[in-house]
């Protein structure tokens, strides 16, 4: 394993060494985009290998994964997406959660328990909250995907991308369940309580049970590795990148200096997040998620109701571009890829990064955590992400500021701020704070999942530990004043790596997943699993 983790590191720090022996005058962001290029080109090119169709049309080899792992999971489990909704909600509001313990007294005060504020029962394993978890892991989805890459996908596909969209997002909901049930079922706890979990240990430890120790533990070693590079690039500098271009847009400032301030100020309040580990994390990012959530929806709505009348056309446009097109292949093939790829860059259903969130609630049942993932797809993408979409649709029903199927010199952030401008004057103002507090979010989130894989491959230790938080804020002040788009393509392409992995360890695991969700359901229904509320 050691041989193969060395010769996987040689190839990724290419880049570095080619680098390392470029003295040329250039600027550094423009050498690092430089050396980053090839192996960019190359880890992309086997990652979105694509089938063609014709027409000019071509499938992501990822795309089908993705999409087909989720309609087996949907099908398998008997449409878990809907048949446990409700019963996500009742344990996301502490239905079936033990009360908090009961603070004990020496002496006439009172002793609290460590970490009182997110545990309930004493013997319950796990360091947040399902609500935590669920809105950690949600602050890595709800973002920029929703905002710009929406509007990049109506732009390209037309209105009919919704629909493909909302059904990606729905199927994807299936998907979630079953990484983030595994995600508690093989997690690890240490001596302090702090939880280690995600795709790393339920592909080690899950494959071995099954007499596949060799392939589980080259599939968990693959994963951390990916994982780590996309939360360095896609998971950060992107989005302190673009963050830093809201902010500088906003103050019509064009200075890289000023990018390089906002890198700084963002890494110190990241700093200081990270630090805590995922309790601090969950406690930040349970109070952005929803207030950034509401007032965006809140506005989308207001939106909305001021175009009432447009609504049932947007509808219509919805529903007859996502079956028409110019030919059968090159309109309808078209618009559902459209769809459904920005549905998987939006919520990640598939490529397991939530599960390694999740592994940390506080519970004795596995399946509990996956009920409550399933919300997420559902947040993200058919509420939010639809949202969008009808804002876009509706504020441009006569072509006002947006040809569809053009989408040249497109910027998705730009192309939403419009459409709300056009019904909440300025609102792009407000916009550019929820764009910095969503990337704020997610990047808390994102050096979760890369320190979790970092300590898998290097070890449970402190100095692993700071050594990943510090290069993780490094990299926030170099997102932020540098323009390096082969890095952030190289990064994202090793993010969609994480899919391959993933995708066959959890449906090698579904039967695993099945017997979690009978004992979990049998345990409501007979009374072990006791109600609260």
């Known amino acids: 394993m050691k041989q193969i983790l060395s010769v996987l590191f040689s190839t990724l720090l290419l880049p570095f060494a080619a680098f390392a022996q470029d003295a040329t005058a250039k600027g550094l962001d423009e050498r690092i985009n430089e050396a980053f290029k090839p192996a960019a080109d190359l880890i992309a090119k086997i990652v979105f290998f694509a089938i063609p169709i ?46 908090k313990q009961t603070p004990k007294t020496a002496g006439g005060k009172e002793i609290l328990d460590d970490n009182i504020d997110t545990i309930q029962a004493d013997n319950i394993a796990g360091e947040v909250t399902h609500f935590q978890a669920l809105t950690a892991a949600l602050s890595a989805t709800v973002g920029l995907g929703n905002i710009a890459g929406v509007a990049i996908a109506i732009a390209i596909g037309g209105p009919g991308a919704t629909f493909w969209m909302i059904l990606a997002g729905l199927l994807g909901m299936s998907t979630k369940f079953v990484e983030c049930t595994l995600g508690v079922k093989y997690r690890e706890v240490g001596p302090d ?16 049970e099954r007499g596949m120790a060799g392939m589980g533990k080259f599939l968990a070693a693959f994963f951390a590795l990916m994982c780590i590079g996309g939360s360095f690039g896609g998971g950060n500098m992107f989005q302190s990148n673009q963050a830093a271009e809201m902010f500088k847009s906003a103050l019509q400032i064009e200075s890289s200096f000023i990018g390089t301030l906002f890198g700084v100020v963002m890494a110190i309040l990241v700093g200081i997040v990270i630090i805590g580990g995922i ?16 007032i965006y929806v809140g506005a989308a709505l207001i939106i909305l109701i001021a175009n009432a009348g447009k609504i049932p056309a947007a509808f219509g446009m919805i529903f007859g571009g996502a079956f028409s097109g110019a030919s059968i292949v090159g309109g309808v093939v078209g618009v559902l890829i459209q769809g459904f790829r920005r549905a998987a860059f939006s919520n990640e259903a598939g490529v397991g990064s939530a599960a390694i969130a999740h592994a940390a609630v506080r519970t004795d049942h596995p399946a509990s955590e996956g009920i409550v993932a399933l919300l997420e797809p559902f947040v993200d993408t058919v509420v939010i992400c639809t949202m969008t979409a009808l804002v876009i649709i509706v504020t441009n029903i006569d072509g006002g500021f947006l040809t569809y199927g053009n989408a040249e010199g497109l910027n998705g952030v730009a192309l939403t701020a419009t459409a709300f401008d056009s019904t909440i004057p300025y609102f792009s103002y407000v916009l550019t704070i929820a764009v910095i507090l969503f990337a704020f979010s997610t990047m808390l989130s994102w050096s979760y999942y890369g320190l979790q894989s970092w300590m898998y491959l290097f070890g449970k230790s402190k100095i692993a530990e700071n050594t990943y938080k510090v290069l993780f804020c490094l990299f926030v002040v170099i997102g932020a004043a540098a323009s390096l788009g082969a890095v952030v393509d190289f990064s994202d392409a090793m993010v969609f790596a994480m899919v391959f ?12 997943v099945k017997d979690e969700l009978a004992k979990y359901v049998n345990g409501i229904k007979s009374g072990d699993i006791k109600s609260y509320k």
Do not use: H
């Open 54 to 99: 014709g027409d000019g049309i071509s499938i992501p080899v990822v795309l089908i994964i993705l999409v087909g792992g989720a309609l087996y999971f949907t099908l398998y489990f008997k449409f878990v997406n809907f048949t446990k909704f409700k019963l996500a909600i009742d344990v996301v509001r502490g239905k079936y959660t033990p009360p």
């Open 193 to 208: 309580g702090t939880v280690y979990g995600g795709p790393m240990y339920y592909l080690s430890k899950g494959l071995g």
């Open 279 to 294: 309790k601090r994390i969950g406690s930040v990012t349970e109070k952005i998620v929803p207030f950034m959530a509401a």
């Open 501 to 512: 992995p993933n995708i066959i360890g959890i449906l090698i695991l579904s039967p695993v």
